[in-house]
């Protein structure tokens, strides 16, 4: 597969790249992390004037185009200056989700607001006994006139205390593990009956768990069809897999050049200890996992804009599996490398670690897809 770059898509990595090796380092970090929400407004705002957040959407609703690919290169570089505004819980998520699943007016108006930095969304699908499965739905929508009542709950919804309007997976009939009678509604934040219990995460971004009490909604709410979210769902969260996993190269890619950096300049025994052949296949095969990772992270986006959802789901599960294990590694190396001063909070080490850490933990972790990439090869067979 050519994974040659074009002309605007590598216009896009410089700049994603140059913005964050000079004006996003480690204490612009802290402090946007500080800000009210845990992210800054301001650098928000630039991103929409940088056509960041209107990719992916078509040009007659206000975006930029591009697809999955050219959200991966924006990904890998927002991994390597691991930032914490929340462009997987708005873009990637919510905004596949509107661009897959919304009526055309709503569909119109809400992404044109998305891309010009309006609009702030979550995507609320997980609960407190599914683990990794989109099917186990337990949250009950029921008919109520010209539209619905939601109770249930949610959790570990990212970004959802500050989302402007959270996508929520429910239940409309069936039992709670059924694959049919799932149904995603997009519910406004401040709607009477949901509260967000918001929280950082160890990785020093946000996320909240809900708690829907009677929460009433219109037919309009709904994205998809009635009873068939399930599969849009799927779709959407396979997108992100494969795009959190060119996040995570990113994150390998800048772990692996600082360890290389810190181990040129520290000595021992009168020589830079990148001088020791030992080290250096260390070095090398975190430098050969990140390129793994990053190869199948590109060709999972690749194909999410295809039509082959088999394939698309299998690359997914490629992508994220082997992120899950080589940012392990990646880490610990790096952690243990750089001695004790790896896993202190004034080093970028640790915070590297932390996020591959919950990007392993997102989606569904590598044993995840590791059994998922087994049970899509005993059902071809």
């Not at 337990?138 to 109770?151: K, L």
């Not at 990785?203 to 909240?208: I, N, P, S, V």
């Not at 795009?243 to 830079?272: H, I, N, S």
């Not at 082997?322 to 001695?339: T, Y």
Request: with cysteine.
């Amino acid at each position: 597969m050519n994974f040659t770059f074009s002309d605007e898509q590598l216009l896009i990595r410089d700049m994603a790249e140059r913005f964050f090796r000079d004006e996003y380092d480690l204490e612009t970090r802290r402090k946007h992390q500080a800000k009210d929400g845990g992210f800054c407004r301001e650098t928000w705002a630039q991103f929409a004037e940088m056509g960041w957040l209107a990719l992916g959407i078509p040009e007659d609703l206000g975006g930029v185009g591009g697809g999955a690919v050219e959200m991966a290169i924006l990904m890998e570089a927002m991994g390597g200056g691991l930032a914490v505004e929340p462009f997987l819980s708005t873009v990637v998520l919510g905004g596949s989700l509107l661009r897959e699943g919304a009526a055309e007016d709503v569909r119109e108006e809400l992404l044109s607001r998305l891309a010009a930095g309006e609009l702030l969304l979550s995507f609320a699908y997980a609960e407190a006994q599914s683990r990794y499965d989109l099917n186990d739905v337990a949250t009950r929508a029921r008919a109520d006139g010209d539209g619905y009542v939601i109770d249930g709950a949610k959790i570990v919804a990212l970004h959802a205390g500050t989302a402007d309007k959270i996508a929520v997976t429910a239940r409309t009939s069936g039992e709670d593990r059924d694959r049919d009678g799932i149904t995603i509604f997009l519910i406004d934040a401040d709607a009477p009956g949901l509260s967000v219990r918001d929280y950082p995460t160890v990785d020093g971004l946000r996320a909240g768990d809900l708690a829907l009490e009677g929460v009433r909604v219109g037919a309009d709410a709904v994205l998809g069809s009635v009873g068939g979210g399930l599969e849009l769902a799927e779709s959407v969260v396979d997108r992100a897999a494969a795009l959190v996993a060119a996040e995570a190269a990113g994150a390998m890619a800048a772990l692996t050049r600082g360890t290389v950096d810190y181990l040129k300049e520290r000595k021992q025994f009168g020589r830079p200890l990148g001088d020791f052949q030992a080290l250096q296949h260390r070095m090398t095969e975190m430098y050969m996992e990140t390129e793994l990772t990053r190869s199948l992270a590109y060709m999972a986006a690749v194909l999410q804009d295809g039509e082959d959802r088999a394939a698309a789901r299998r690359a997914s599960s490629q992508a994220k599996a082997k992120a899950g294990q080589a940012g392990r590694l990646i880490g610990q190396e790096a952690v243990q490398l750089h001695g004790g001063m790896g896993v202190t909070d004034e080093m970028p080490v640790g915070h590297y670690f932390k996020r591959l850490t919950m990007i392993d933990h997102s989606f569904g972790d590598s044993a995840h897809h590791l059994d998922r990439l087994a049970d899509m090869e005993i059902s071809v067979t």
